[in-house]
């Protein structure tokens, strides 16, 4: 899993992550799941892989800003897709 690592950097030299939808400043994780086809994974049955990402805790929104870049790009097509 994915865990940002806290960093030995002093306070007032960061800048605050908040929510893009309601600018709530507290996230709590949860587990997105990516299907992977047995195709490629060789195995017999489809299998799942999590990746982990940060829920606003007011509004539930996903804060596409701390997605990986790659999740990112491909949930920009789906949506596009639609
Ligand atoms: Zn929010």
Same mark, same amino acid.
């Given at each position: 899993m994915q865990q940002p690592k806290p960093l030995n950097? %002093?306070?007032? #030299?960061t800048t605050p992550v908040v929510c @893009?939808? !309601? %600018? *709530?400043?507290t996230f709590m994780e949860a587990l997105m799941l990516r299907k992977v086809s047995k195709f490629i994974t060789g195995q017999s049955q489809d299998a799942l892989t999590p990746i982990s990402v940060f829920l606003c805790?007011? !509004?539930?929104? @996903? *804060? #596409?800003? /701390? /997605?990986?870049p790659e999740l990112l790009n491909q949930l920009t097509k789906e949506e596009d897709g639609e």
């Open positions: 950097i %002093s306070i007032d #030299k @893009v939808d !309601c %600018s *709530n400043p805790t007011e !509004c539930g929104a @996903v *804060n #596409k800003e /701390l /997605l990986p």
